[in-house]
């Protein structure tokens, strides 16, 4: 079994900053791609940053310049630094991965979410 546990969320006010968190445990043999994603009550689920697992990111548009996406590969560690928070960051966030737990085999999983609201 594989779990991914999302932490760092809460309450903040537009400008402020919030850490997210993901602890990946369980039977893994490999990571490949992380990601976080966020969603809005009557929205699809859209990717908020990426990160391979060589380190190469990709941003939403969105958030592009005030998030970074870090990964720590030693500690199965996933994290999305968020800067300069506005109120249409307000969404519940779930961390994404794509995990290997052998050689042959290979599943997506996800987290829980964890609440971001920015107040204005």
């Known amino acids: 079994q594989v779990q991914l546990v999302e932490s760092g969320g809460g309450l903040v006010q537009a400008g402020g900053s919030l850490r997210l968190s993901c602890a990946a445990s369980?039977?893994?043999?490999?990571?490949?791609?992380m990601g976080w994603y966020r969603q809005v009550p009557g929205k699809q689920r859209e990717l908020v940053a990426g990160?391979?697992?060589?380190?190469?990111?990709n941003y939403a548009d969105s958030v592009k310049g005030r998030f970074t996406i870090i990964r720590d590969n030693a500690k199965n560690m996933l994290y999305l630094q968020m800067n300069s928070l506005k109120p249409e960051d307000t969404a519940v966030y779930y961390c994404?991965?794509?995990?290997?737990?052998?050689?042959?085999?290979?599943?997506?999983?996800w987290g829980q979410g964890t609440q971001v609201t920015v107040s204005s």
């Open positions: 994404n991965a794509d995990i290997m737990t052998d050689w042959a085999a290979r599943g997506d999983f």
């Open positions: 369980g039977i893994i043999y490999r990571i490949r791609a």
């Open positions: 990160i391979t697992s060589g380190g190469s990111t």
